[in-house]
């Protein structure tokens, strides 16, 4: 019996993970689950699976989630304090689900905790990857990619000598203006940006994933994974979305990943630790499926994609700046305030802003990334209006 909690349960990779578990269900005792806003949701789901905690990030829903849950054995906690609760619950094993960065300090509270933390959550490992890898290994707890391609990647490059490995590939599906130019992407909606055309995912990485911010942040996140320079890693167009990462080896080999597009494979990988369980999906049909394609990405069209690689070229604080500066460029084009394409501007010109004040070259330690994000977020806003 392995003891669980979710953070950000009430999403879609929370959801996926729960649903997998009621699958195995006398494998798994759910410990705690987080949510936010959807606390209908959030109870339902407690009270299915018996927590024995949960907390609502939103403070002023905590009397509702409270009297939903009144007559059960649940605590019930909200707030930052409240998710941190949950994370310091005894687990053997934490989901990282949360989306952005409110997700880091209870991703890291979970990993000194000492649960192994399977990261959804891959803004955590872009604002302060050091971080969460110093405190697994002190620790002595997995930090399990969750990412698909990530997780392609840890899949195929086991066993694998790492002085062997010479490139990676992560495919990106192009998002949901693949087929645009960079002229037609000029008046795009929020609306528009948020229909993937493979995936099924949350609202903001769906957008984030037309932008190809996305692929930004994944860039960084397999640098602080695999310990691989930007050289070694190239990003492809894939509008199949059926391969998910390929890695090069020194002597001409090459390994691919192929999966459906459905993150429960990911997640069921990391849930049973490099085991494989029968999760009956769908089967991918090469022969209907035919051609796989492959393409390099228009950096003109996609321009927040080389700032995913400049972040790496440039270490230390940079990845936070990067993360919080892109939160911020993406909630005011979830408000009308900024075009889709002024996103890459926004985040391009406040990253030369910290630059150009040296304020990005510390140390990645938790107060400098706190305070840089904070910063980053003021300085993003200051540019909002220029693009
Ligand atoms: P969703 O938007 O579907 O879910 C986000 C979760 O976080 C919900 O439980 C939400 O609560 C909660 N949440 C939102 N804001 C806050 C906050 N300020 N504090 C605490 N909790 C909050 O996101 P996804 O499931 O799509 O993504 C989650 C993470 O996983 C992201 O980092 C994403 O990049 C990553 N990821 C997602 C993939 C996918 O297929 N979806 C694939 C790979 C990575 P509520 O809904 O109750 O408001």
Not at 356 to 382: F, H, P, Y
Request: charge should be negative; hydrophobic fraction near 45%.
């Amino acid at each position: 019996m392995k003891n669980i909690s979710i953070l950000g349960a009430t999403g879609s990779i929370g959801q996926n993970t729960l649903d997998l578990i009621s699958s195995d269900e006398n494998n798994f005792k759910v410990v705690g689950l987080t949510g936010s806003n959807n606390i209908d949701l959030l109870a339902e789901n407690a009270i299915k699976f018996k927590a024995e905690v949960v907390a609502t990030a939103n403070e002023s829903k905590f009397h509702d989630l409270k009297e939903m849950l009144s007559g059960h054995k649940i605590e019930v906690c909200a707030g930052k304090n409240g998710l941190l609760e949950v994370a310091s619950r005894q687990a053997d094993w934490v989901m990282s689900a949360i989306v952005g960065s409110a997700g880091l300090l209870p991703g890291l509270k979970a990993l000194d905790a000492g649960a192994n933390l399977a990261l959804a959550n891959k803004e955590s490992m872009v604002a302060a990857g050091p971080i969460m890898k110093r405190t697994s290994e002190a620790k002595g707890v997995k930090l399990i990619p969750v990412d698909s391609e990530h997780s392609a990647i840890s899949q195929i490059i086991k066993g694998e000598e790492r002085n062997s490995l010479s490139k990676i590939i992560i495919t990106a599906s192009g998002g949901a203006f693949r087929d645009l130019t960079k002229t037609e992407l000029i008046d795009v909606t929020p609306d528009q940006a948020s229909k993937h055309p493979n995936w099924d995912m949350g609202k903001r990485i769906t957008i984030d994933s037309a932008s190809l911010f996305n692929k930004a942040l994944e860039v960084i996140e397999a640098k602080e994974f695999f310990d691989i320079k930007a050289s070694e890693i190239e990003v492809l167009i894939h509008p199949q979305s059926l391969v998910h990462a390929i890695a090069y080896f020194c002597d001409g080999g090459m390994k691919a990943h192929i999966g459906p597009p459905d993150m429960r494979h990911a997640i069921a990988y990391a849930l049973y630790e490099e085991k494989r369980f029968n999760l009956s999906l769908e089967e991918v049909n090469l022969s209907e499926v035919g051609t796989l394609n492959f393409e390099k990405p228009d950096l003109l069209k996609y321009p927040a994609l080389q700032l995913g690689f400049d972040v790496i070229e440039q270490g230390g604080l940079a990845g936070a700046a990067f993360n919080a500066a892109k939160e911020e460029a993406l909630d005011n084009f979830l408000d009308y305030n900024l075009s889709f394409l002024g996103m890459a501007d926004v985040v391009r010109a406040t990253m030369d802003d910290l630059t150009s004040k040296n304020l990005l070259s510390s140390e990645v330690e938790l107060e400098a990334v706190m305070e840089i994000d904070l910063q980053a977020r003021v300085t993003a806003k200051t540019f909002v209006d220029k693009f």
